[in-house]
């Protein structure tokens, strides 16, 4: 009996038929497998790129927000409007992103961040682990305060120095502020001792010294822009 079974093993082992079946069975569930994987860290891949664009764009709506004082409380809302708008894929399965103030570069709740996550069952690897597939992504973006200045006169010239210019003969007030555009390093000047009060005085260039008597200086100043500058200039021909 004994001999008999020998006799079979070793015809087995010297038979050489079916090798490529045995092949084929051995080889199937690795191709499975890493088929299945691939299919899910691709779902995997584009569910972080799609929250991720998400969450980039709340914390910018979130920090845009905050930037203004008349939606500065409403960050929270913006941002979290903005991360919906940009889902497709992950709707439905998203938390619902934590949006919170943070420190920025040395400053205090200068900085909006923005966390959010996103769970589903994928067929392959839930079929392993028993659970659902999480990618998380945070985002963050920084913002300062704007200003908004408004001048009832304004010098428009975008380079000469003393392109405004007051004279001690000049009396009473214009509280509604004094700008220039002009980016040169003596915009506005002063000939004399004038105590005409201006209020703000703004330029994008610089403001002599003397101004601090007649208002509140803010020279060098970036992002000033001409309201006139679609206008055309009247000529005097008529």
């Given at each position: 009996m004994f001999d008999s079974i020998r006799?079979?093993?070793?015809?087995?082992?010297a038979s050489k038929s079916g090798n490529a079946a045995l092949l084929v069975a051995l080889g199937?569930?690795?191709?499975?497998?890493?088929?299945?994987?691939?299919?899910?860290?691709s779902q995997w891949y584009m569910w972080k790129q799609e929250l991720q664009f998400a969450a980039d764009q709340a914390a910018l709506a979130g920090a845009w927000a905050r930037s203004s004082t008349t939606t500065q409380n409403d960050y929270q809302t913006r941002a979290r409007q903005e991360f919906t708008a940009n889902l497709a894929t992950t709707r439905g399965n998203t938390t619902t992103p934590s949006v919170s103030?943070?420190?920025?570069?040395?400053?205090?709740?200068?900085?909006?961040?923005?966390?959010?996550?996103?769970?589903?069952?994928?067929?392959?690897?839930?079929?392993?682990?028993?659970?659902?597939?999480?990618?998380?992504?945070?985002?963050?973006?920084?913002?300062?305060?704007s200003s908004s200045y408004n001048a009832c006169i304004l010098s428009v010239n975008p380079t000469d120095n003393r392109?405004?210019?007051?004279?001690?003969?000049i009396t009473g007030g214009s509280?509604?502020?004094?700008?220039?555009?002009?980016?040169?390093?003596?915009?506005?000047?002063?000939?004399?001792?004038s105590e005409v009060q201006l209020g703000d005085i703004v330029s994008a260039g610089g403001i002599e010294d003397t101004f601090s008597n007649n208002g509140t200086i803010h020279e060098f100043v970036d992002g000033l822009s001409d309201p006139y500058a679609e206008?055309?200039?009247?000529?005097?021909a008529g």
């Open positions: 006799r079979t093993a070793q015809r087995l082992k199937l569930p690795v191709l499975i497998g890493s088929s299945g994987l691939a299919v899910d860290v103030l943070g420190n920025y570069n040395g400053g205090t709740n200068n900085a909006v961040r923005v966390t959010a996550s996103a769970s589903k069952a994928l067929p392959f690897t839930a079929f392993l682990t028993g659970r659902s597939a999480t990618v998380a992504v945070t985002a963050r973006a920084t913002f300062s305060m392109s405004a210019i007051f004279g001690n003969a509280d509604c502020g004094v700008g220039a555009l002009s980016t040169g390093t003596q915009a506005i000047v002063e000939t004399g001792d206008l055309t200039a009247p000529s005097s």
